[in-house]
C-alpha cells in the first residue's frame, strides 16, 4: 500500500502569516498534484510537479517535489481569508491515472 | 482539463431506499472515477469506471451496493442502492485521460444524507 501522510492535518493561523504542508511517503511517485477544496464544492487542481527538486509558484503559492520523488511541500506566504479550505496532495505512478491521495490539511486563516 | 457536472448536488433520502447520481463531462475522457468523502476528510476511491465493461471497486466496495454504468466516454452514473445512514457521505465524479500526467479533475460532488 502505497501511504501519503499529509501534515499539518489541522491548522489555524491569522491573516498575513507563512504556513507550510508537508507530504511524505516512503513511495518514488512519477507526480505529485495539490487540490484545494472549498466547502461545498469539488476539489482544484491548484498544480503538478513531475521532476524532481522541481520549484513551481503560483503567486503566494511555492510547491516543491522533493529530489528522490518522495515528498512534497505546499508554502503560502501571507496567507489570506481566500485561502481557507481543504488542502489535499495526490501521489500519482503513471499508471492508469489513479491516485493516492494525503489525508488533506483543514486550513482556517482568520481575518 | 474538463468540466464536470453532477446530479443532483444534494438529497436526503429515507433509509432502504436508493439514489443515483449522474456525472457529465464536457468532452470524451480515458477515465472516470468514484469518491467518496466524509465532510473536511481526504477521499476514498470507491470505483473505476470502464466504458462498455463492468467497474473495477476498490477493496470494501461491491457493486451490489454501488452499481455503476458508464454507457460512454462522457457521462456515468453511481448508484447507492438499500441506503442506510452509514451511506451520508459526499460522493465526487473525477475523469481523468491518458495525456494528463496522471491529473483527474473533480465534479462539484453530490451531499448525500440518509435518514
Known amino acids: 500500500t502505497q501511504l501519503l501522510e499529509q501534515s499539518p492535518q489541522f491548522l489555524s493561523i491569522q491573516e498575513g502569516e507563512n504556513l507550510t504542508v508537508y507530504c511524505n511517503s516512503s513511495?518514488?511517485?512519477?507526480?505529485l498534484q495539490w487540490y484545494r477544496q472549498e466547502p461545498g464544492e469539488g476539489p482544484v487542481l491548484l498544480v503538478t510537479?513531475?521532476?524532481?527538486?522541481e520549484v513551481k509558484k503560483l503567486k503566494r503559492l511555492t510547491f516543491q517535489f522533493g529530489d528522490a520523488r518522495k515528498d512534497s511541500s505546499l508554502h503560502i506566504t501571507a496567507a489570506q481569508p481566500g485561502d481557507t479550505g481543504l488542502y489535499l496532495c495526490?501521489?500519482?505512478?503513471?499508471?492508469?491515472?489513479?491516485?493516492?491521495f494525503g489525508g488533506g490539511t483543514r486550513l482556517m486563516v482568520k481575518p | 482539463s474538463a468540466v464536470i457536472s453532477q446530479k443532483p448536488s444534494r438529497d436526503i433520502c429515507q433509509r432502504g431506499t436508493s439514489l443515483t447520481i449522474q456525472c457529465q463531462v464536457d468532452?470524451?475522457?480515458?477515465?472516470m472515477f468514484w469518491y467518496r468523502q466524509q465532510p473536511g476528510q481526504s477521499l476514498t476511491l470507491i470505483a473505476t469506471?470502464?466504458?462498455?465493461?463492468?467497474?473495477?471497486?476498490e477493496s470494501g466496495f461491491v457493486i451490489d451496493k454501488f452499481p455503476i454504468s458508464r454507457p460512454n466516454l462522457t457521462f456515468s452514473t453511481l448508484t447507492v442502492s438499500n441506503m442506510s445512514p452509514e451511506d451520508s457521505s459526499i460522493y465526487l465524479c473525477?475523469?481523468?485521460?491518458?495525456?494528463?500526467?496522471?491529473?483527474?479533475?473533480f465534479g462539484p460532488g453530490t451531499r448525500l444524507t440518509v435518514l
Open positions: 473525477s475523469v481523468a485521460a491518458i495525456d494528463w500526467m496522471d491529473e483527474q479533475f
Open positions: 513511495s518514488v511517485f512519477s507526480s
Open positions: 510537479v513531475v521532476t524532481g527538486g
Open positions: 495526490a501521489g500519482g505512478r503513471n499508471a492508469g491515472n489513479m491516485l493516492t
Open positions: 468532452s470524451q475522457v480515458t477515465m
Open positions: 469506471a470502464n466504458q462498455g465493461s463492468e467497474a473495477t471497486y
